[in-house]
């Protein structure tokens, strides 16, 4: 699967999603880092990617892109990237043509 790892997360998350066998970028790869949401959501629908964010309040509105919800606090803070990599491989597994709107993986801890 073709994912978009928004800022919040750490940067290790990408390699990690990469050894599984995903196509993953960060937001700063796109440079769309820091920039308005609609910005981070165009850059997403352009690549073709599931956008991976916390923030769901700012792209629940969204109706064209998959937008992958994950909220940092269900993470273990030591590993984080590579906990969050294992959760969108299962996800993306058991979820191989997403429907466009929110999704949220089980997170194991």
């Known amino acids: ?19 599984r066998g995903h196509d993953a970028v960060g937001v ?6 820091a920039r308005a949401d609609w910005e981070v959501a165009a850059a997403a629908g352009r690549e073709d990617r599931a956008l991976v964010t916390e923030n769901v309040k700012d792209f629940a509105a969204e109706h064209d892109i998959i937008v992958v919800c994950v909220l940092k606090s269900h993470l273990p803070q030591h590993g984080m ?9 299962q996800w993306a597994a058991a979820n191989p043509k997403p429907y466009v709107g929110l999704h949220w993986p089980k997170i194991e801890r």
């Open 28 to 33: 700063r790869d796109l440079g769309v880092n």
């Open 1 to 19: 699967m073709r994912f978009l790892i928004d800022e919040m997360f750490p940067p290790e998350t990408c390699p990690r999603l990469i050894e």
């Open 81 to 89: 990237g590579a906990h969050l990599a294992a959760a969108l491989d």
